[in-house]
């Protein structure tokens, strides 16, 4: 039976993979013909950024709290440098490769940002935040590289304010009929072009041919997996769009055992073509209200159950735990916020 967790060999395809396609990002090298160039990279960046804009611009219109907020798994953080630049909010950026995020000093130029989030090197499953610290949280594109949602989620709703929000989107929902002979990557061959027009690359081949090849993940989830992994909040407003242009499912949480599951002939086509999920889930209101300060007041040491504040000494570049004395150094402006067991494996 398959862990639910990614495993150290996954983390260390993430980081070995990212390392050289930041460099291709960055036009100093070309590994992965497969993969964008920096200019076919800069024209998805800004496409993601036009999306998102509409996202965050319904979610501010639906009253949510957006203040402090944490983007997961942001790669350069495009998400993130749009909430500071075009929304004046504060908060954080996080993705486990270093050279990811490392490329958001290249693209907040090119993207004609200013302002950077604060950016964390850290695994997803040991977020280095206080309990309870921060109202909202936002994740795109991101869960299918592991292998349940679920326990990602549980770790995002420990961090999560009493009331607050985490915003999923862009995540793939399974489809049934798929041969799936072969991978593919984001630039198609000459011959998966062909069969692309003739409507037969999607019923035989799945995406993801680069990243599946450096141990990465590249996950689908029926809606059986997503209604479990998104019971654990107290409210779900929910979204499948049938692939790839519709329609789109309203869901909303209730007392049903098959929630999610839309009605049967729309079912028949989300099982048939696959599809995508949005979601907006709210954890359960308490009495308990995290106050803080400054942003750095919610930060928390990883090697210490998040329970210990993590004090900044700007002088030296480092957060300090004064529980059990770690020091987590900054590289060009990211710190690295990893146990000291993950940054032995990952960054030795």
């Known amino acids: 039976m398959s862990s639910s967790i990614q495993s150290i060999k996954n983390k260390i395809g993430e980081v070995t993979f990212r390392k050289k396609l930041a460099l291709q990002f960055e036009g100093k090298a070309s590994f992965y013909p497969g ?47 749009l909430l500071e630049n075009r929304f004046n909010i504060r908060g954080f950026t996080c993705d486990i490769s270093y050279e990811t995020i490392r490329l958001s000093n290249k693209y907040l130029k090119l993207l004609e940002f200013k302002k950077m989030p604060i950016r964390i090197c850290c695994d997803i499953y040991n977020l280095p935040f206080q309990t309870s610290s921060i109202p909202f949280i936002f994740i795109f594109q991101t869960l299918h590289h592991l292998p349940d949602p679920k326990p990602v989620l549980a770790e995002a709703k420990r961090v999560l304010s009493p009331g607050g929000y985490i915003y999923v989107n862009e995540e793939p929902v399974s489809q049934a009929v798929n041969l799936n002979l072969w991978r593919r990557d984001r630039n198609l061959r000459w011959f998966e072009k062909i069969l692309k027009a003739a409507i037969v690359l999607h019923f035989i081949s799945r995406i993801g041919k680069s990243e599946v090849e450096h141990n990465i993940l590249e996950e689908t989830f029926s809606l059986n997996a997503w209604e479990r992994a998104l019971n654990i909040f107290s409210s779900v407003d929910a979204n499948l769009i049938v692939f790839p242009f519709g329609p789109t499912i309203q869901r909303k949480k209730n007392s049903h055992k098959r929630w999610l599951a839309p009605p049967l002939l729309q079912n028949a086509m989300l099982q048939i073509l696959g599809g995508g999920i949005e979601a907006l889930c709210q954890k359960e209101n308490s009495k308990r209200q995290y106050k803080h300060d400054k942003l750095f007041d919610l930060l928390a040491c990883p090697n210490c159950s998040h329970k210990p504040t993590l004090y900044y000494q700007r002088s030296k570049g480092v957060l300090f735990c004064n529980s059990c004395k770690s020091k987590f150094k900054e590289r060009n402006g990211i710190f690295m916020l990893l146990s000291t067991s993950q940054q032995k494996s990952l960054y030795p």
């Not at 998805?44 to 509409?54: F, G, N, S, V």
């Open 35 to 81: 993969e964008p160039t920096k200019t076919e990279y800069k024209t998805i960046l800004k496409e993601r950024i036009k999306a998102y804009t509409q996202y965050f611009q319904r979610l501010k219109d639906s009253n949510i709290t957006l203040a402090p907020y944490l983007e997961l798994g942001g790669g350069v953080g495009q998400g993130a440098m």
